[in-house]
């Protein structure tokens, strides 16, 4: 079984530059708690609102990183992290539903179009002690 994902989840970026943490921001609009933290769902998915930057970006596929690497002659040089995650967690816990949305659990992954598929994951689901299957 999985852990339920609440407020104050430790999220990490693959693209973010050491240690490429953040803070998962949940609001308590479902109106349920997780060991006294609002609980997650897959929708928990807002940039600037529920996914906070990780610091700096070192992604090739970010526009912004192609682009000072290539004012500073080829040298990696990172930019400041702008979560952009248009879709939803994947895949959540599909048995247990919050907001009419599957809860948000520990092995779900987040897509940021600047990075890879994936690349955003959850390190600590913000509490230990309630589980979903």
Same mark, same amino acid.
């Given at each position: 079984?999985?852990?339920?994902?609440?407020?104050?989840?430790?999220?990490?970026?693959?693209?973010?530059?050491?240690?490429?943490?953040?803070?998962?921001?949940?609001?308590?609009?479902?109106?349920?708690?997780?060991?006294?933290?609002?609980?997650?769902?897959?929708?928990?998915?807002?940039?600037?609102?529920?996914?906070?930057?990780?610091?700096?970006?070192?992604?090739?596929? =970010?526009?912004?990183?192609?682009?000072? @690497?290539?004012?500073?002659? #080829?040298?990696? &040089?990172?930019?400041?992290?702008?979560? *952009? %995650?248009?879709?939803?967690?994947?895949?959540?816990?599909?048995?247990?539903?919050?907001?009419?949305?599957?809860?948000?659990? =520990?092995?779900?992954?987040?897509?940021? @179009?600047?990075?890879?598929? #994936?690349?955003? &994951?959850?390190?600590?689901?913000?509490? *230990? %002690?309630?589980?979903?299957?």
């Amino acid at each position: 079984m999985s852990m339920h994902v609440c407020n104050g989840a430790m999220l990490k970026c693959a693209f973010a530059v050491p240690p490429g943490i953040s803070t998962l921001v949940v609001l308590p609009q479902n109106r349920m708690l997780s060991s006294s933290q609002p609980a997650a769902n897959i929708m928990d998915n807002k940039p600037m609102v529920n996914i906070m930057p990780f610091g700096m970006c070192f992604s090739p596929t =970010n526009p912004a990183f192609v682009s000072a @690497t290539a004012a500073a002659m #080829g040298v990696p &040089t990172p930019v400041p992290c702008t979560p *952009l %995650t248009p879709a939803p967690w994947i895949v959540g816990s599909p048995t247990v539903m919050l907001g009419n949305m599957p809860v948000l659990n =520990n092995t779900s992954v987040l897509a940021c @179009t600047l990075g890879l598929p #994936g690349c955003i &994951t959850i390190m600590m689901p913000g509490q *230990l %002690t309630e589980m979903v299957p």
